[in-house]
């Protein structure tokens, strides 16, 4: 992406996660360094963020959200804190707390305070055991079956109200599995498919909490950066979804993702012990049907899992 004039003071929340370390990076090269702020509850993560500013910020403080937008001037918000599926399944009524009254803070704050525009993930952990399973569509029914997909259900609720109430202009995407070279897995139900290729290559095994045949909804995250940024541009006349976005990468099971880093890695070896995320993953959509959003604002993912594995082999290799 071309460096465009900044014309925008961009936050964004849970900046040290798995989207934040990698969006961080793409924003500031698109919109320049000073157009982006990036926060999260974690002391000054300077490997992370040495490029530009970096801030504490605690998304249950809604005073603390309401003065950095009013101080440094916000205009948009990528609102990117958040607790995952399997750590929510943890600890339920903490993530209920921070996944759902953190945005209500984000909606409220950028509601007073003129913020033109939102960005805030959602997840096919909206979807469960009643959904569709092969090519969920758009307006499949949901049935979240963790707290971290019923505080997503929800949260799309709450960013249609806000922006049928006050029309706030919030925008959404229903990620599958992200994959990242840069982050560490973060408590997601298909983190096995990050967690196999740092395993791969420093033990050349791996005992994966899957089943080998779980096929799964999965995208690179440099697929979903651009996917946010392309959706965050887009016209407001094609965006005809105000909930969120069904986006769609490759689809896999732990079989084939081991089979393919086995041409990386000799005598690669992967066992399977599944655990409590089994369960999760047995509700979860095989294949995501996304043609709303490819036809509205042009969306096309680049990678599939075989450019998806060269790229995080490469990647690793070089970072170790």
């Not at 960005?119 to 055991?129: H, Q």
């Amino acid at each position: 992406m071309q460096l465009i004039k900044p014309d925008r003071v961009i936050l964004v929340t849970g900046a040290c996660g798995q989207i934040g370390t990698e969006l961080v990076r793409a924003l500031r090269e698109r919109y320049g360094r000073p157009c982006v702020i990036a926060t999260d509850i974690f002391p000054e993560r300077t490997s992370f963020f040495e490029d530009g500013l970096y801030m504490f910020l605690d998304v249950m403080d809604g005073s603390a959200i309401r003065k950095i937008i009013c101080e440094r001037g916000v205009t948009h918000i990528y609102h990117l804190a958040a607790i995952l599926s399997a750590n929510g399944e943890q600890n339920p009524k903490d993530a209920w707390e921070i996944n759902m009254n953190g945005l209500l803070n984000i909606l409220e704050a950028a509601k007073n305070n003129h913020v033109q525009q939102i960005f805030w993930p959602s997840s096919i952990a909206v979807f469960g055991p009643a959904s569709t399973k092969n090519y969920c569509p758009q307006d499949a029914l949901p049935d979240p079956a963790t707290v971290y997909g019923i505080s997503k259900l929800a949260g799309e609720y709450w960013c249609r109200y806000y922006h049928d109430q006050y029309g706030l202009d919030v925008r959404s995407l229903r990620y599958p599995g992200l994959i990242s070279h840069s982050a560490k897995a973060g408590g997601g139900t298909t983190d096995y498919a990050v967690e196999i290729f740092h395993k791969a290559i420093s033990d050349g095994t791996y005992e994966c909490f899957l089943r080998e045949n779980t096929n799964l909804p999965m995208m690179y995250m440099k697929d979903a950066v651009r996917a946010a940024i392309e959706l965050m541009e887009a016209s407001l006349e094609k965006v005809s979804k105000v909930n969120s976005y069904n986006v769609a990468g490759m689809s896999f099971t732990p079989l084939e993702l081991a089979s393919e880093i086995n041409t990386y890695v000799n005598n690669f070896k992967i066992t399977y012990k599944p655990d409590h995320r089994q369960r999760i993953a047995d509700g979860w959509p095989y294949f995501i049907d996304d043609r709303q959003a490819r036809a509205d604002w042009g969306w096309m993912p680049q990678y599939n899992m075989f450019t998806m594995t060269r790229d995080m082999m490469a990647k690793l290799r070089k970072n170790r």
